[in-house]
């Protein structure tokens, strides 16, 4: 059984760079074909993707976001983390990680519990 807990800070001063890690276990997030995403649902509004590391490293994010945002990853402590600069109050949400399969059909089958993020001075 894979679990996926996201930690990091609930309070961000705008202006500065929201950092949250995602620690993943019960399988390894180097296994062939997975991609770990990063997911967000502001107050009363949809979920937005983010971005994922793929299980090879490569990275890939949202266009509306990509220039604030960076993916990496700590292999020896199958952790995988999100920072997010310049943040700004609408960047307040339930930040989630979840894994899916190469399969983009396919949907996410494991989620974090999701943590609140708000940012606000």
């Known amino acids: 059984q894979v679990q996926l807990q996201e930690s990091g800070p609930g309070l961000v001063k705008p202006s500065q760079t929201l950092s949250l890690t995602c620690t993943v276990s019960?399988?390894?997030?180097?296994?062939?074909?997975?991609?770990w995403s990063w997911i967000r649902q502001p107050p009363g509004k949809g979920l937005e993707w983010i971005g994922y590391?793929?299980?090879?490293?490569?990275?890939y994010y949202s266009p509306s976001l990509k220039s604030r945002t960076s993916i990496s990853r700590d292999t020896s402590k199958n952790q995988f983390t999100l920072q997010l600069s310049s943040v700004t109050p609408e960047d307040t949400a339930v930040y989630y990680c979840?894994?899916?399969?190469?399969?983009?059909?396919?949907?996410?089958?494991?989620w974090g519990q999701g943590t609140q993020v708000t940012v606000a001075a």
């Open positions: 019960g399988g390894s997030i180097t296994t062939n074909y997975y991609y």
């Open positions: 979840a894994r899916r399969d190469s399969n983009p059909e396919l949907p996410y089958d494991y």
């Open positions: 590391i793929a299980y090879s490293g490569s990275t």
